[in-house]
């Protein structure tokens, strides 16, 4: 797991908490920021997961040049 994915989580998390309450209080500017900073969250965890499938990608292919390599 990367920072971005741990960031993210976060981000999402208190971005859903932000617009709960303002969604309580009738305040649609903590709402609109709740949900701003949710999306945030979301675009940062799968930025996390792109470059941890890119990291898993290279690794295989690093396996597989030392594999190759052994015969």
Request: aromatic share 2%; charged share 40%.
């Amino acid at each position: 797991m990367n920072t971005d994915k741990v960031k993210g989580g976060m981000d999402d998390a208190a971005g859903r908490a932000k617009r709960q309450v303002g969604e309580w209080t009738g305040d649609t500017g903590t709402q609109a920021d709740g949900a701003a900073q949710q999306v945030k969250g979301k675009v940062e965890k799968a930025v996390g997961a792109l470059k941890d499938a890119v990291r898993g990608t290279a690794d295989k292919a690093d396996r597989k040049i030392d594999d190759s390599t052994k015969r």
